[in-house]
């Protein structure tokens, strides 16, 4: 998208007069203009490694959402200031798993006689919050790269596995990845009581997954998958393991937002791919490849941003950077010591994952 001439220079010269001071991170959905400020970009887990390897720099602006910048905060040392340059920039995932909700849920599995069997993993799009929680039951953090991994870790601590907050994450890794079947899996639904789920049935199950999803990729539906193979003969289709388990099924490869870029870099001129995730990312790789002739296009009809992420704009990005070279401290994302200390054993499980 072209961005205001004006602001790409404020934003440059805010930038320059930081120097070393700033380090900026870019979530692959951010858009064109914010991403072109990005010292580096990446999906959630890169970006996660990336700022605990920035130690000398005193700012972290991190272009991307609420759920990011806590990790970040929480994997950086205490001098260092993670800033997100819209705070209303959240994460309706995140938001579907409360710390109360949760801690229900420990006392339903306590109640059925479980909790001592169950480990539990949660997706990085959680609240530092559900990470403490994580940590202190011996649990680990996953992001869509290493769920598989992060799964086969749980299980040879424990016999099951809370899933928070993305079922579909969740159930995708457990059948596809670990070849386990639909049936050894249930809803935990913490708007009703018990989870809407037996002790009988909490008993049985070997994935108990919480019942959030991604607003955006719960948008792709396997008519689109039917319809892009229909117009697009020959066509490759590629979609983020945050889709519905029957769109995955459908399609032809899964990975990250990370996974989906290598696929293209390899991927033959010539060949013709749909792309089920964030609409950002796929107008700038569509755009990228279009000169090595690989033809790429969206997994929808109809328009697929994140609107949280989206709210990190060029005007954004400007305000927090020229704050920050006039010294005055805006945005910070800062997690209380607590919750820091049990957040960050969670994520340090998933780092050590081999
Ligand atoms: P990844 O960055 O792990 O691919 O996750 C996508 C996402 O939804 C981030 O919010
Ligand atoms: Fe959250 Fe989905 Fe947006 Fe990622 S794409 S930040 S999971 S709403």
């Not at 209303?88 to 579907?96: H, K, L, R, T, Y």
């Not at 040879?156 to 907050?165: A, C, H, S, V, W």
């Not at 937002?257 to 696929?263: L, M």
Request: glycine share 6%; net charge negative; proline share 4%.
């Amino acid at each position: 998208s072209p961005s205001d001439p004006d602001l790409v220079e404020r934003a440059r010269a805010a930038k320059e007069k930081l120097g070393d001071k700033v380090f900026v991170l870019g979530h692959h959905y951010q858009r064109d203009e914010v991403i072109q400020f990005a010292d580096v970009t990446g999906d959630s887990f890169k970006l996660a490694r990336d700022a605990a390897a920035r130690p000398e720099a005193e700012y972290i602006v991190f272009c991307g959402v609420h759920f990011m910048a806590e990790s970040a905060d929480i994997l950086t040392s205490d001098d260092q200031k993670v800033v997100l340059p819209d705070l209303a920039a959240g994460c309706s995932m995140a938001d579907m798993a409360t710390a109360e909700q949760v801690a229900e849920c420990w006392d339903v599995l306590t109640e059925a006689g479980v909790a001592d069997q169950v480990v539990p993993v949660s997706y990085m799009n959680s609240s530092a919050d559900i990470k403490a929680f994580t940590g202190r039951h011996g649990g680990t953090i996953c992001t869509s790269s290493n769920a598989e991994r992060a799964l086969e870790w749980a299980f040879e601590q424990g016999e099951k596995i809370l899933f928070l907050p993305d079922q579909h994450l969740g159930r995708n890794t457990a059948v596809r990845d670990l070849g386990m079947s639909l049936e050894d899996c249930v809803l935990y639904n913490p708007h009703k009581r018990n989870g809407g789920l037996t002790a009988e049935e909490l008993r049985n199950a070997k994935m108990i997954l919480w019942r959030g999803h991604c607003s955006v990729h719960g948008r792709f539906s396997v008519e689109s998958v039917n319809d892009v193979r229909e117009r697009i003969p020959g066509v490759n289709v590629l979609v983020h393991p945050e889709c519905k388990h029957e769109v995955v099924a459908a399609a032809d490869y899964v990975g990250s937002t990370e996974y989906i870029i290598k696929a293209l870099e390899a991927a033959p001129a010539g060949s013709k791919w749909a792309i089920g995730t964030e609409l950002n990312l796929v107008r700038r790789l569509a755009n990228r490849f279009a000169a090595e002739d690989k033809e790429i296009v969206f997994l929808d009809k109809t328009v697929c941003f994140c609107s949280t992420m989206n709210r990190i704009d060029l005007p954004h990005l400007v305000w927090a950077l020229e704050s920050l070279a006039e010294g005055k401290l805006i945005n910070r994302i800062e997690v209380d010591p607590e919750t820091e200390k049990y957040a960050k054993l969670a994520l340090e499980r998933m780092l050590a994952l081999p």
